[in-house]
């Protein structure tokens, strides 16, 4: 089945270090896979996405390439800050229309991010 | 942009109680909604998937006699933990998507704590 892997937590980090969170996916199809983040106490929110092969997602300083020949989604930013501090989870969409699926989104186990000042 | 109000956030409840928790997407139609439940440190366990007017498909190992889905609407689902033990002390997210389906994205709700003494 589908199933989505990241790298394992915690990771610690200093002010404006370059942040890398590696994940990669198996999927039959073509997914739409996904980064969200989740903040202490609070529910997930979508920080980027993408759709087919060779897209990039980005936001907030934030990006990851969709690789289906690696199967990869690996999360990267250049210059992290406190305020980035949270869970992000990896997760993948199976495709809609095969087998009856509803496309619901499958978690990687999410990596804690500490950022030290 | 999207937006899905949870509620309650936390909940304390004696043991043997039942608890609900209400989902309500405010700015669009939640003709899916996912239901997941997360233990400390862990990911995000899918409970079970909900199309509005139709009953829950729930996953495997979930009991449905224990956790009720309602999705009466295209605006409101809710989850009712029935005859609360102390084991189904978790924090419980719901996603919903609208017809866009993954293209569009999923909105989670903020989440609620429930505690079962």
């Known amino acids: 089945g589908n199933s989505v892997t990241q790298m394992e937590g915690p990771v610690t980090l200093s002010e404006e270090a370059f942040l890398t969170i590696n994940c990669t996916y198996t999927a039959t199809g073509y997914p739409s896979l996904f980064w969200y983040v989740q903040y202490p106490g609070e529910g997930l929110q979508l920080l980027l996405k993408a759709t087919k092969a060779d897209d990039k997602g980005s936001n907030k300083g934030f990006e990851a390439t969709y690789r289906k020949e690696t199967t990869s989604f690996h999360l990267e930013k250049g210059s992290v800050q406190v305020s980035d501090s949270a869970v992000y989870f990896c997760?993948?969409?199976?495709?809609?229309?095969?087998?009856?699926?509803?496309?619901?989104?499958?978690f990687g186990k999410g990596t804690k991010l500490s950022v030290k000042p | 942009g999207a937006v899905v109000s949870q509620h309650p956030s936390w909940v304390i409840c004696k043991s043997g109680t039942s608890v609900k928790i209400e989902c309500r997407s405010l700015?669009?139609?939640?003709?899916?909604m996912f239901w997941y439940r997360q233990f400390p440190k862990q990911s995000l366990m899918l409970m079970a998937t909900s199309n509005e007017g139709s009953k829950a498909t729930y996953e495997q190992g979930v009991e449905k006699d224990k956790f009720l889905i309602n999705h009466a609407s295209l605006t409101l689902s809710t989850l009712t933990v029935t005859s609360a033990h102390p084991e189904d002390s978790s924090f419980y997210i719901c996603?919903?998507?609208?017809?866009?389906?993954?293209?569009?994205?999923?909105?989670f709700g903020s989440g609620t704590r429930l505690t079962v003494v």
């Open positions: 996603s919903a998507r609208d017809r866009g389906g993954a293209l569009k994205g999923y909105t």
């Open positions: 700015d669009f139609q939640a003709t899916t």
């Open positions: 997760a993948l969409s199976e495709a809609l229309g095969g087998g009856g699926s509803q496309g619901n989104l499958i």
